[in-house]
């Protein structure tokens, strides 16, 4: 976390309150919540209304997923296919599978070229062949494995074409790409605490105030009657403060994380002749805090095991609930056999990277990757 | 050293990935993931193949404050464990899949990938001694006979036991317990594994008609060979098995039967007096040795031999003959299964062990 989010975090802890409450210390709460959401809205370029607080990430695109399916079928029951793309994060992904499990829809994963960039034909096809069944879009806006920058703006203008709402995960974008409600048309946007410098536990989804949203949590209707559950003051006040910190700081983070990032992959690839960049190669199409390398020959959590034992931390994809490393269902939507996607790394930067731990990665990387290497060949022996 | 703790999510692999960290040693612990589907192996914790375990072994490291990864193990220990484990029960034997994975996945394949990976020894939480004697390395029976491990370890070469560490060989597993307790070890209660870890409800039969399909076939007296009754696949049976054989003619002395062999081609299961089950003279084929071994052409030793888990030793003469040992037992010895592990000790000290492919009943019997 940014200091001045822990700051406003640990200030706010200290004091009483639940902002649905109606006397003095309630409504004093109720004030930090209201002047979090103004100013996290007045950041992205939307209005205070739209802003529903969740518990993260996860919930706001569940609750986008979800509760756009069942408004929109249920205002009109044709629409029941929900269009997205082959490399969304989990959080979409598993609530439009259960969806096409349990509530009858039919989802589209439409695909994504060798970078990892969604087909606007194969939107446009999709949409144009039964538009009326069309429930949502979603499509988010930076990938969070390779760094893929998505056109959210032409997604949404194809879909705007028939009146269909787009849903947008832009968790990996605030901070890093200018996000500006104002600016480009989206219905609902996804953002997280942890991935700006703020709290974990904590995110929001922005729903343009006209859009009609099922709730997920039902209760006290605290969030505009879509997301109940008591205020917490100290979450949202303190992701306010990392997402305008975040929002001010962006070109000047960007270009520095950029600089580094530039510099990781060049140094590690001089290296380590063979290994691949996945992602787009030109600078404004792919996250400039994300550098996605495929490492021929390796097993991931070898790689991962060695580099973390020499202080370099990483990751592999994602695991299953008993921790075994999973092929990455981004790289093989990308093109790339198991094998590939197996010895792939994704190394991260955020606000408090530096030149030292590029420094630390490039003194490792040549040894681990012979190493495992050859903890590979003994493993088929 | 560089130390790779092989943690189950049990008390014992917890308390010896800990000790390996006291003795000064830098330490990594991993958990073996062996399931094609983590879930569906074992219902509620009590195996080392779900997800609870895998749970139970990640919050053991952090307690003792190591690092901690998940290696999928687990379509090599399908191939090399359960495949195995079915195809000799196909083939009329009785194996024992624990030694097969002491052999291939734990000593072999996770062994080979952790020395590539810079890591100089394996340790579990076996009950096993190892003694460095100047002769060389030498693998013992735990100081906890109860729990004494080294018959499924029997089967590690000189090679293999020089990369390993049993840092609870010394010590009784009531202490093991306390001990884990004393660490603040979750695990310290949890139940001892039992049974074939991947085979979830402990059905074996179950587990096996599933992958063999019903294969009927007569069960035989063994003196007579007449045929009394008839079975849906000689799979479930062992060599030396009384109960499920399904005869209803009663025998002449009104004595129990037993399973005195069984014939996979024609799944004839023989049947017998259980005085019919005494052996004294024994086949045993790809021997392995846990020391240097001796000489292939003509070699005889005087030692003991353990013919099953949890058997006590009886005193044998092994002829090594190329790859097949020849055991002459000094007593006659009940329920030999062939597929069983027969492994040879000298007092504490394993020598080696070998398969047992065929045994030569009694010449009085």
């Given at each position: 976390m940014v200091a001045e989010a822990v700051d406003e975090m640990s200030v706010r802890l200290g004091e009483v309150g639940n902002a649905s409450s109606l006397h003095a210390s309630g409504r004093r709460a109720r004030r930090v919540v209201e002047e979090a959401r103004e100013r996290l809205a007045s950041a992205l370029g939307a209005r205070p209304s739209e802003v529903v607080f969740t518990a993260g990430g996860t919930e706001a695109d569940n609750l986008a997923v979800k509760g756009l399916y069942w408004a929109r079928r249920g205002a009109d029951p044709r629409r029941r296919r929900v269009l997205t793309t082959a490399t969304e994060h989990h959080a979409v992904l598993d609530p439009a599978g259960w969806l096409v499990e349990h509530e009858g829809a039919d989802v589209e994963l439409l695909p994504v070229d060798a970078d990892g960039v969604v087909s606007l034909d194969a939107l446009d096809d999709s949409l144009r062949r039964d538009p009326d069944s069309v429930a949502l879009v979603s499509c988010m806006w930076v990938n969070n494995e390779v760094g893929t920058v998505q056109p959210v703006a032409d997604v949404v203008a194809s879909a705007l074409a028939h009146g269909i709402p787009v849903h947008t995960d832009a968790v990996q974008a605030v901070?890093?790409?200018?996000?500006?409600?104002?600016?480009?048309?989206?219905?609902?946007?996804?953002?997280?605490?942890?991935?700006?410098?703020?709290?974990?536990?904590?995110?929001?989804?922005?729903?343009?105030?006209?859009?009609?949203?099922?709730?997920?949590?039902?209760?006290?209707?605290?969030?505009?009657?879509?997301?109940?559950?008591?205020?917490?003051?100290?979450?949202?006040?303190?992701?306010?403060?990392?997402?305008?910190?975040?929002?001010?700081?962006?070109?000047?983070?960007?270009?520095?994380?950029?600089g580094l990032r530039d510099d990781l992959v060049t140094r590690v690839r001089a290296l380590v002749a063979d290994a691949v960049l996945n992602g787009p190669a030109a600078p404004d199409d792919c996250s400039p805090a994300i550098a996605h390398l495929t490492f021929p020959g390796c097993d991931g959590d070898a790689l991962l095991m060695l580099l973390d034992a020499k202080g370099v931390?990483?990751?592999?994809?994602?695991?299953?609930?008993?921790?075994v490393?999973?092929?990455?269902?981004?790289?093989?939507?990308?093109?790339?056999?198991?094998?590939?996607?197996?010895?792939?790394?994704?190394?991260?930067?955020?606000?408090?990277?530096s030149p030292a731990d590029v420094a630390a990665l490039v003194d490792a990387i040549g040894p681990v990757v012979e190493r495992a290497r050859a903890a590979v060949t003994v493993g088929r022996r | 050293m560089?130390?790779?703790?092989?943690?189950?999510?049990?008390?014992?692999?917890?308390?010896?990935?800990?000790?390996?960290?006291?003795?000064?040693?830098?330490?990594?612990?991993?958990?073996?993931?062996?399931?094609?589907?983590?879930?569906?192996?074992r219902t509620g914790a009590r195996g080392c193949c779900t997800v609870e375990d895998a749970g139970d072994a990640r919050r053991a490291a952090d307690v003792i404050g190591i690092p901690f990864y998940v290696w999928d193990l687990a379509e090599r220990f399908h191939t090399d464990v359960v495949d195995d484990f079915v195809a000799e029960y196909a083939a009329g034997r009785t194996p024992n899949p624990c030694v097969r994975c002491n052999e291939r996945i734990k000593f072999a394949a996770v062994l080979d990938r952790a020395l590539a990976l810079g890591f100089d020894a394996v340790a579990t939480g076996h009950y096993a001694r190892l003694v460095d004697d100047p002769g060389g390395r030498e693998?013992?029976?735990?100081?906890?006979?109860?729990?004494?491990?080294?018959?499924?370890?029997?089967?590690?070469?000189?090679?293999?036991?020089?990369?390993?560490?049993?840092?609870?060989?010394?010590?009784?597993?009531?202490?093991?317990?306390?001990?884990?307790?004393?660490?603040?070890?979750?695990?310290?209660?949890?139940?001892?594994?039992?049974?074939?870890?991947?085979i979830a409800d402990g059905d074996t039969a179950g587990f096996l008609r599933a992958r063999l399909g019903a294969r009927p076939g007569p069960v035989v007296d063994g003196e007579s060979g007449v045929r009394l009754g008839g079975h849906d696949g000689a799979y479930a049976y062992t060599v030396g098995q009384r109960r499920g054989l399904r005869v209803e003619a009663p025998t002449a002395d009104g004595r129990p039967r037993y399973v005195l062999d069984i014939e996979p081609v024609s799944g004839t299961v023989t049947v017998g007096p259980h005085d019919a089950l005494a052996v004294d003279a024994i086949e045993a084929s790809r021997p392995r040795w846990c020391g240097p071994a001796p000489d292939p052409d003509h070699a005889t030793l005087a030692c003991t031999v353990q013919l099953r888990a949890h058997s006590q030793p009886v005193p044998v003469r092994a002829e090594v003959a190329g790859d097949q040992l020849r055991l002459f037992l000094g007593e006659p010895v009940r329920g030999v299964a062939p597929g069983q592990s027969a492994v040879l000790y000298l007092g504490t000290r394993v020598l080696g062990s070998a398969t047992i492919a065929r045994t030569q009943r009694l010449a009085s019997a």
């Open positions: 901070g890093h790409l200018p996000v500006d409600l104002a600016a480009i048309a989206v219905d609902a946007l996804t953002l997280s605490g942890h991935k700006v410098g703020g709290p974990v536990g904590v995110g929001a989804l922005l729903v343009r105030r006209e859009l009609d949203l099922e709730p997920l949590l039902h209760g006290g209707g605290q969030e505009r009657d879509v997301r109940s559950g008591t205020a917490d003051v100290a979450s949202v006040a303190a992701l306010a403060v990392a997402v305008d910190l975040a929002v001010q700081r962006r070109e000047t983070q960007s270009a520095r994380l950029r931390e990483c990751s592999t994809g994602s695991a299953c609930t008993a921790g490393p999973q092929p990455s269902h981004v790289l093989l939507a990308m093109g790339r056999d198991v094998g590939a996607a197996s010895g792939s790394l994704r190394f991260s930067l955020g606000h408090d990277s | 560089r130390v790779l703790a092989a943690m189950s999510g049990g008390v014992d692999s917890a308390v010896a990935a800990a000790r390996a960290v006291d003795a000064g040693h830098d330490v990594t612990g991993i958990h073996l993931a062996l399931s094609r589907h983590p879930q569906s192996y693998l013992h029976r735990a100081a906890d006979l109860g729990k004494d491990q080294s018959y499924v370890l029997g089967v590690l070469t000189a090679e293999q036991l020089a990369h390993a560490l049993f840092p609870l060989g010394a010590t009784v597993k009531a202490d093991v317990r306390s001990e884990a307790a004393r660490r603040g070890l979750a695990v310290a209660a949890k139940p001892d594994s039992h049974d074939v870890c991947f």
